[in-house]
């Protein structure tokens, strides 16, 4: 039911920027970003509660990462700043109908992600 594209990812050095989209069908009240690196867990990274505005941020990325929600467009973004390499990995976007909003979320559904690579 409900459609999550993304994109935007790529591969850049640190200290670079990207932009990352996605596009959804239905806006859901808490929509987020996780990524998942080869070999690890995945990790919340941001989220927005659409209805309130309030927005939230993994310790690793605040005040580096904003994230945004462009209703006439019907795209969430992430916008990354001082990308460091660290921040190398598969980024999903995904939507939480039920519980609190956060970066723990129960985020239900996901998209397919859009990979960032930051190397030297």
């Known amino acids: 039911q409900v459609q999550l594209a993304e994109s935007g990812g790529g591969s850049v050095q640190p200290g670079d920027s990207l932009r990352l989209s996605c596009e959804y069908n239905?806006?859901?009240?808490?929509m987020g970003w996780v990524r998942q690196a080869p070999g690890k867990e995945s990790e919340g990274v941001a989220a927005i509660n659409t209805g309130g505005g309030s927005r939230y941020y993994a310790d690793f990325v605040r005040g580096r990462f904003t994230i945004s929600l462009d209703d006439a467009k019907r795209t969430l973004y992430l916008q990354m700043n001082n990308l460091k390499l660290e921040d190398t990995a598969m980024y999903y976007c995904?939507?939480?109908?039920?519980?609190?909003?956060?970066?723990?979320?129960?985020?239900?559904?996901w998209g397919r992600g859009t990979q960032v690579t930051v190397s030297s």
């Open positions: 995904a939507t939480a109908s039920v519980g609190s909003c956060s970066t723990n979320a129960r985020f239900r559904d």
């Open positions: 239905s806006k859901v009240r808490c």
